[in-house]
């Protein structure tokens, strides 16, 4: 039985480049063309969708249809295609034609109907592979000023050919007729064939919006943030080796002069705390498990951004799911080689332990929050349920692709990197502590250390945040490889400051400040997501709520995790470097 799984989900991981069409787009005349209809819901609520035929919509008359081979990332996104039944031939016109018949024979149609129209709601549709979308119907007020609801009944498809290949379609709604009980709806619709110079490979054009995402402010923020690398690595640059260079001065100073007026001396300084300093973190288990993480999630954004900026991912259903899912399970060797090294240099034995919560972290993280939100979405009846054969589908992935790669990655770390090697001793006893100011202390550090990264960012994530949440669809990865490397170079600067503040106060717990420091960006990006919630959007019910709040809580989560790692990293070989430089006793 598990055979037949592992089989699907490797056929699962390599459809990412296969289109979710069967279709090569490729026509010859008078060819079926089918329409799928997709989901239904409420304008505000761009996730809250439902089966395009869970209203009291009518089949068209065609009822036999090739099967449709969903991907796993349009199962994951909530994507139902459904055959709407319409007859359409490739390059044939068609004129006005009924396809179905709707009786409000009772009151449960009459008030959905009337309920959808009074929501705004929206549908879509699919035409080899463009998609489309409409509006159900339009309130107006009567002569008292109440409301009136009436449904659009008539659809004009127009579709735009270049040679043999669909590059364009509109869809007219027209002949809107008063929903009351009791009402005999008449459903009908047109097609019309027109010659186009659009080329093939730039169809999707129109449903960019460069006005929105290449503004001036934009450019504006690149520009800001790009300013910011510039004058932070200035300032670290020049403070740091300013004061390093006075640091060694003096440690020079000391080693001249004698035992005894070193003991009767003042020594201060990141120095004194050499025997400490590569001591192992609290929790190296766990440290060890999120640094590997961090350093998987990071290559998977970087891996991912450059795969859309080369192929143009979202021009494809679901095709940024299936790549992050793809590339997610091939670079998990990553995430055992760093958090397996990690944690043997830590002097750790329990390894098959690490390995296990380092695997499962994203996974977990991921699927356990979904797990809660899909019993919302099952409530609700909604089209973002996830099917239990998808997720058996993921768990398959995880437990015979990511795991296995994982104890690779994590048997190769331990064998080639896993060998300590510091510039310093490890004293046995731990050296004390000594007490400091409060804005010394490690956590208020982390507070103060995801000002600047997130700074650098929050234009970016209001762009992303729109084309996740809203309408618009997001196309400028070059923008986004700009920010995220603004991002690594911001947050490796700014914890590098952090930790050497942290080591001159002699605290050499620098290991989790660092990331912490780092990782506190993901906490000022959710506090952003209540201001965009509520000022940005027009989100209501429960269930858009609950989703928004869920889903921006895993990516702050995964976002911490990696910019934490990427701080963390930067630190380490800030402070390797320092104390190699030294000559200790």
Request: hydrophobic share 45%; net charge neutral.
């Amino acid at each position: 039985m598990w055979h037949s799984w592992l089989f699907s989900a490797l056929l699962l991981l390599a459809s990412v480049y296969v289109q979710a069409d069967e279709h090569n787009h490729m026509y010859k005349d008078e060819e079926q063309v089918v329409l799928w209809m997709n989901t239904v819901g409420p304008y505000h609520n761009r996730q809250e969708t439902y089966r395009f035929f869970s209203l009291p919509f009518c089949h068209g008359p065609q009822s036999s249809i090739d099967h449709y081979h969903e991907t796993l990332g349009e199962s994951l996104q909530g994507i139902e295609l459904e055959f709407s039944g319409l007859d359409i031939k490739f390059g044939v016109d068609k004129s006005q034609e009924k396809y179905c018949e709707l009786e409000l024979s009772n009151d449960e149609k009459f008030k959905a109907l009337e309920y959808s129209v009074r929501n705004h709601y929206w549908y879509q549709m699919f035409v080899d592979d463009l998609p489309i979308w409409g509006i159900v119907g339009d309130v107006t007020k009567n002569h008292d000023g109440g409301d009136e609801y009436y449904i659009w009944t008539h659809k004009k498809l127009e579709f735009g050919r270049n040679g043999n290949q669909i590059v364009d379609v509109n869809l007219t709604s027209e002949a809107k007729i008063k929903v009351t009980p009791g009402a005999k709806i008449v459903f009908t619709y047109e097609i019309v064939w027109r010659n186009s110079k659009i080329d093939f490979s730039r169809r999707f054009e129109k449903y960019l919006d460069p006005n929105f995402f290449q503004h001036r402010i934009h450019w504006f923020s690149i520009f800001n943030s790009f300013m910011m690398v510039i004058f932070l690595i200035g300032l670290v640059s020049m403070i740091l080796m300013r004061t390093l260079r006075k640091d060694y001065a003096r440690y020079r100073r000391d080693e001249e002069i004698d035992d005894m007026d070193r003991d009767l001396g003042d020594e201060y300084g990141w120095k004194q705390i050499h025997g400490d300093v590569f001591r192992a973190p609290a929790y190296p288990v766990a440290f060890s498990a999120v640094i590997g993480a961090g350093a998987q999630l990071g290559l998977v954004c970087l891996c991912v951004i450059l795969m859309a900026i080369i192929d143009d991912l979202y021009t494809g259903r679901g095709s940024i799911m299936n790549a992050a899912i793809l590339v997610y399970a091939a670079t998990s060797p990553v995430n055992g080689y760093f958090g397996g090294s990690m944690y043997y240099k830590f002097g750790g034995k329990e390894w098959i332990k690490q390995m296990l919560i380092s695997a499962a972290l994203i996974p977990t993280l991921i699927c356990g929050s979904t797990f809660v939100i899909n019993f919302v979405a099952i409530y609700y009846h909604a089209s973002r349920a996830i099917p239990f054969t998808s997720m058996l589908a993921v768990f398959t992935i995880c437990l015979f692709v990511v795991l296995p790669l994982t104890l690779s990655g994590t048997v190769l770390g331990r064998s080639v990197s896993g060998r300590a090697s510091y510039p310093c001793r490890v004293n046995t006893v731990p050296r004390p502590i000594p007490e400091k100011k409060w804005f010394m202390e490690p956590v208020a550090i982390a507070l103060f250390g995801g000002i600047l990264p997130f700074g650098s960012i929050f234009i970016e994530m209001y762009f992303i945040f729109t084309s996740f949440w809203a309408y618009k669809i997001y196309y400028v990865y070059g923008f986004m490889l700009l920010v995220f490397i603004i991002l690594v170079l911001v947050t490796i600067c700014v914890t590098i400051v952090c930790s050497y503040f942290l080591l001159n106060a002699e605290d050499y717990r620098w290991q989790w400040t660092s990331f912490s420091a780092a990782a506190s960006t993901a906490l000022y990006v959710y506090f952003y997501s209540f201001y965009y919630f509520f000022f940005k959007t027009k989100m209501y019910g429960f269930f858009q709520t609950s989703f928004y709040f869920g889903n921006m809580l895993v990516f702050s989560v995964a976002f911490g995790i990696m910019t934490g790692t990427i701080g963390y990293m930067g630190t380490n070989f800030f402070v390797h470097k320092i104390y190699s430089t030294v000559k200790i006793d």
